[in-house]
């Protein structure tokens, strides 16, 4: 069977990797219409040798259509998803509206594929930072039991968006080039700086994207009775978010019972030779899909607890392609 998809938000930097993705994975789709603002109507844009013309999103640019892949802001969620899935559309979506509501499933596929299926029209894809920190700790989670979680995140730019690539690119040749830099995405230069700042600030000092990462981790795992605090900082990278965790487990793993596991799971690569080097980096995921753990460590000021790095592409992982992997899913019944 072939399906009908829309990706509501196909201009933008998430959207961009939905494309590729649905061409390299080969995707069942028998048309595809391509979605945006008003302000992108009429743009083409190219997926599996075919050129699409980008339509403005209306209620009715849903008739017909099987499975609508959004990634374009909440606002365009919050109006269009209900009108999507009312039309019979199953909803997969990347924005941060509806994973928190008790009616919608928030599935990573290698942690809670199950949850797929309780699904009234809308399923919710985790914020990227979430995403790779849960991939990577639900074999530890499973095995031994997780206690608490001390999380601080490296998020690149493209998080934010196609126009915080440009600015940070801009300001960086400003800068080299003695010229005056503008900051118009962020409220400080991003470029060779660093800002303890990602998405908007609550009363009690926190910040959404940390709050993101304690409500979906508990969400996804399925237990709420998981510790977790996070500090989630911006860093002058275009592609890739990283992450150093701390865990304390219930029950005591070796670091090399910890390797053997993630070197098990799925979609999960250990990259852990510091006698040759390798840890991983943002630059290695540009172009490679897995999460990436190195650094594993014993934690010596507690009796059970862990260190790791974790790194994985923010706009595939983190977003496009596990959004996808939930539409595969989906399909595969
Ligand atoms: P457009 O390119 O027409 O502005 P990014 O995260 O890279 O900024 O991309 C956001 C994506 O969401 C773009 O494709 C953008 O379209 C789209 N978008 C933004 N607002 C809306 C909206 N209200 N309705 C539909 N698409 C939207
Ligand atoms: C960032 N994590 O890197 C954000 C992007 O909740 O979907 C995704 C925001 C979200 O800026």
Redesign the pocket.
């Known amino acids: 069977k072939k399906y009908n998809v829309a990706v509501?938000?196909?201009?933008?930097?998430?959207?961009r990797e939905m494309l590729s993705i649905l061409e390299e994975r080969d995707f069942p789709f028998e048309n595809l219409k391509l979605?945006?603002?008003?302000?992108?109507a009429g743009k083409k844009m190219t997926c599996k040798g075919k050129e699409y013309t980008v339509e403005a999103?209306t209620p009715e640019s849903f008739e017909g259509v099987d499975i609508a892949l959004f990634?374009?802001?909440a606002?365009?969620s919050k109006?269009?998803a209900p009108e999507a899935a009312k039309r019979g559309a199953v909803v997969v979506d990347n924005s941060s509206q509806w994973r928190m509501d008790p009616e919608v499933p928030l599935v990573v596929p290698e942690v809670n594929p199950e949850d797929i299926f309780k699904h009234k029209g809308i399923i919710a894809n985790p914020n990227c930072s979430t995403i790779q920190m849960v991939a990577a700790l639900k074999p530890i989670y499973d095995k031994v039991g997780i206690e608490r979680i001390v999380v601080s995140t490296y998020q690149a730019v493209s998080g934010t968006?196609?126009?915080a690539i440009d600015e940070l690119r801009e300001q960086a040749k400003a800068i080299l080039a003695n010229e005056e830099v503008k900051s118009e995405v962020y409220p400080y230069q991003i470029a060779f700086n660093v800002l303890p700042h990602i998405d908007i600030f609550f009363d009690d000092g926190y910040t959404k994207e940390e709050i993101k990462m304690v409500n979906e981790t508990k969400k996804i795992m399925g237990d709420d009775s998981i510790k977790v605090t996070a500090t989630a900082a911006r860093v002058p990278v275009v592609y890739g978010h990283a992450e150093s965790v701390n865990i304390e487990t219930k029950e005591k793993l070796t670091v090399s019972e910890a390797k053997e596991l993630l070197d098990n799971a799925p979609g999960v690569s250990v990259v852990d030779k510091p006698e040759e080097l390798a840890y991983p980096m943002q630059i290695d995921v540009e172009n490679n899909d897995d999460v990436l753990v190195g650094r594993i460590r014993e934690d010596n000021t507690i009796e059970k607890g862990l260190n790791l790095w974790i790194v994985a592409n923010n706009l595939r992982k983190g977003a496009a392609l596990n959004t996808i992997q939930i539409a595969e899913r989906l399909v595969q019944g």
Do not use: C, I, M, N
């Open positions: 509501v938000g196909a201009t933008g930097a998430v959207g979605l945006a603002s008003e302000r992108s999103t990634s374009a802001g606002g365009a109006k269009f968006g196609k126009a």
